[in-house]
Nanobody, 119 residues
């Protein structure tokens, strides 16, 4: 299974950006999907997660400014971020709990996509 993020880039503050993460490979079912930004010199921390049932868990980092969504037909998760701030600058990693067979679930990471917000 591979996860590939895209959509990052260099943007100015206050604009919006949508990140995508596509899963491919031997996928029986993709379960909880998450986004983890990692700012320079800091640990990677989850900021939002989305379950198969549609339950979303936002942290204060993104609450009110971001929307996570998924398209299970495309094995894709999105993160729309609005009103970007310089402190949002980070490499954004996608994380997914994926069943490769009905009884086997593993966690997978993408390679990350860089988001840089200038003031």
């Amino acid at each position: 299974v591979q996860l590939v993020e895209s959509g990052g880039g260099l943007v100015q503050a206050a604009v919006s950006l949508t990140l995508s993460c596509v899963a491919s490979g031997n996928i029986y079912k993709a379960n909880t999907l998450r986004w983890y930004p990692q700012a320079p010199g800091k640990q990677r921390e989850v900021v939002v997660g989305l379950t198969t049932g549609g339950t979303v868990h936002y942290t204060d980092f993104v609450k009110g400014r971001s929307t996570i969504s998924r398209d299970d037909a495309k094995n894709t998760v999105y993160l729309q971020m609005n009103s970007l701030k310089p402190e949002d600058t980070a490499v954004y990693y996608c994380n997914a709990d994926i069943q490769v067979y009905p009884d086997y679930e593993y966690g997978y990471w993408g390679q990350g996509t860089q988001v840089t917000v200038s003031s």
